[in-house]
Nanobody, 123 residues
Framework: QVQLVESGGGLVQAGGSLRLSCAAS????????MGWFRQAPGKEREFVAAISWSGGSTYYADSVKGRFTISRDNAKNTVYLQMNSLKPEDTAVYYCNAGSLRYSGTYYPHDYWGQGTQVTVSS
């Protein structure tokens, strides 16, 4: 019922910035919390950031706190991930997801994933 398409990935040097976008189709976008995950070669998919349905609450993995910012524009059915001070270890395929954000701050992904966008950070 929710279809997601990521964009904005690319190749940047360490210390650089990228802004990822995730465009959603369907009229239920604003009903979901949204999250970003990433998967590096040889590693499991890991949580990066999440935002509540209203945009009022955000949560980040410790590895990206202070460097990444998640935001959403419900009028445009789009969620963003601003990535600053990028490090080589940020290299991964980044996926957006529609899910649930609990009071504990734990994000539970639902079965709505985009195709992913590649982010490569050179040393």
């Amino acid at each position: 019922q929710v279809q997601l398409v990521e964009s904005g990935g690319g190749l940047v040097q360490a210390g650089g910035s990228l802004r990822l976008s995730c465009a959603a189709s369907g009229r239920t976008f604003s009903s979901y919390a949204m999250g970003w995950f990433r998967q590096a070669p040889g590693k499991e998919r890991e949580f990066v950031a999440a935002i509540s349905w209203s945009g009022g609450s955000t949560y980040y993995a410790d590895s990206v706190k202070g460097r990444f910012t998640i935001s959403r524009d419900n009028a445009k059915n789009t969620v963003y991930l601003q990535m600053n001070s990028l490090k080589p270890e940020d290299t991964a395929v980044y996926y957006c997801n529609a899910g649930s954000l609990r009071y504990s701050g734990t994000y539970y992904p639902h079965d709505y994933w985009g195709q992913g966008t590649q982010v490569t950070v050179s040393s």
